[in-house]
């Protein structure tokens, strides 16, 4: 009988604790309750997408003019709260044509050249100075565009690879990067061709074995840089 009750105490029937909610306020503070009907993660997404393509909508709609007139009187709001404008015209000097251009003031020399002057030579590529395919002269040195804004090379002296040519003739670097084939894609070959007349004004009597370091803020993803280096040793000998 011993064996018969400790049989009948253990089994499920006869257990004494108490039983246990379902859910509880906790657990359902903690997400577990169902979503609402109809509301799932594809809903979400597709809803955001939707509000993000009817304000791009809505922004393409206006016209530059308009852009520009909404842009000006803002900047007026701005100034009568004492605020500094959003935009200025600055004066760039662009291989050796000087032309006034509005700008946002946080507006880059790469996107200044290429977005408002069409000058489409400089790239962008990792738009973090990484690269060097966005180098151009000022003064004579070398930058990447990229990093720098627009406003502060006013009347500096501004050269892309659109402004190496003479006279309807190739630069010299030019030509060479075309017989050694210094390029494959030729995506970084601007940047390339920039840096090279920069450091060839910079330091024309440079050591050859000194090139590739001296050039390497600019990247080739196709590693043509045996072919570069020729190219740039050949129009040393032309320059």
């Known amino acids: 009988m011993a064996l018969q009750h400790t049989e009948n105490s253990n089994s499920p029937a006869h257990t004494t604790d108490p039983p246990q909610p379902a859910e509880t306020t906790e657990t359902a503070d903690r997400g577990s309750a169902p979503p609402p009907e109809g509301v799932d993660r594809r809903t979400v997404l597709v809803a955001g997408a939707s509000v993000g393509a009817g304000v791009a909508g809505a922004a393409a709609l206006l016209s530059p003019t308009e852009a520009a007139a909404r ?23 662009v291989n ?32 973090q100075g990484a690269c060097g395919a966005c180098t151009v002269l000022v003064d004579g040195r070398r930058i990447v565009s990229c990093l720098t804004f627009a406003v502060m090379y006013e009347r500096r002296e501004i050269t892309t690879v659109e402004g190496l040519a003479a006279n309807g003739r190739p630069h010299p670097l030019q030509k060479a990067f075309v017989e050694q084939d210094g390029f494959q894609c030729g995506f970084c070959t601007p940047g390339q061709i920039v840096s090279a007349a920069g450091l060839l004004a910079e330091s024309p009597d440079v050591p050859a074995e000194q090139v590739p370091e001296l050039m390497s803020g600019n990247l080739c993803r196709c590693a043509a840089y045996p072919h570069i280096a020729d190219a740039i040793a050949q129009a040393r000998k032309e320059m």
């Open 71 to 93: 842009v000006r009187d803002d900047d007026e709001e701005r100034g009568g709260r004492g605020e500094p404008p959003r935009t200025a015209t600055v004066a760039l000097t």
């Open 96 to 127: 050796g044509r000087t032309r006034d251009v509005d700008v946002d003031v946080h507006t880059s020399l790469l996107d200044a050249l290429r977005e408002r002057l069409r000058l489409t030579g400089p790239k962008k590529g990792c738009d």
